[in-house]
């Protein structure tokens, strides 16, 4: 059975700084992991779709990276802003049978 | 990308009552929709698989008759939570892919309080 988690589970950091956040998966045979952004109360937002084929994907100041061997993925924020500020879930495709979901990483970017 | 359109976005109901979700894909055949719940400061749970159809498939835990999917189109799968109590009370998102297997999109969610 597929578990996802992520590290950490919050992050406070200053405007400007670079940071990483880390998810891991527990079986390799994923179809494609994606990166979503949740703001309070509201749905998922898409960012990156990792295909199990590819290794990274970059969007703006984003940049996700996949390796499946390791179970691994870390999607990457530049010059981090306040408006960055909200929760970040990365979820495994298990070849079309549904998400699974990693707890978040709560993000907060201080002006 | 595709949009996914789900409403409505918040809905207050009594104990007892029944609540129904919409989840529609706008621009594109939704031949699979799943149905998440969110728990406060908990990440999303699966509830059910929906393929147009057929009857869906529900993950262990989920009561079929309390959550009832209807997917009767490629565009509209629905969620009525029956008899609805305090503890169903939740924020549900509904997302749909092309062909199975795919990118994922996501309706906006619906935040359910049962008071």
């Known amino acids: 059975k597929q578990e996802v988690t992520q590290i950490p589970a919050a992050l406070s950091v200053p405007e400007g700084e670079n940071l990483v956040l880390n998810c891991s998966f527990t079986d390799s045979a994923i179809y494609n992991l994606q990166w979503f952004r949740q703001d309070p109360g509201k749905g998922l937002t898409s960012l990156l779709l990792i295909q199990s084929s590819q290794r990274e994907q970059t969007s703006g100041r984003l940049n996700a990276s996949l390796d499946k061997s390791s179970g691994r993925s870390t999607l990457y924020i530049a010059a981090s802003q306040p408006g960055d500020s909200a929760t970040y879930l990365c979820?495994?495709?298990?070849?079309?049978?549904?998400?699974?979901f990693g707890p978040g990483t709560r993000l907060s970017v201080l002006p | 990308g595709a949009v996914v359109s789900q409403h409505p976005s918040w809905v207050i109901c009594k104990s007892g009552t029944s609540v129904k979700i919409e989840c529609r894909s706008l621009d594109f055949q939704a031949t699979t929709m799943f149905w998440y719940r969110q728990f406060p400061k908990q990440s999303l749970m699966l509830m059910a698989t929906?393929?147009?159809?057929?009857?869906?498939?529900?993950e262990q835990g989920v009561e079929k008759d309390k959550f009832l999917i209807n997917h009767a189109s490629l565009t509209l799968s629905t969620l009525t939570v029956t008899s609805a109590h305090p503890e169903d009370s939740s924020f549900y998102i509904c997302?749909?892919?092309?062909?199975?297997?795919?990118?994922?999109?996501f309706g906006q969610g619906t935040r359910l309080t049962v008071v």
């Open positions: 997302s749909a892919q092309v062909g199975g297997v795919s990118e994922a999109f």
């Open positions: 979820a495994a495709d298990n070849y079309g049978q549904n998400f699974v």
């Open positions: 929906s393929n147009e159809g057929s009857k869906a498939t529900y």
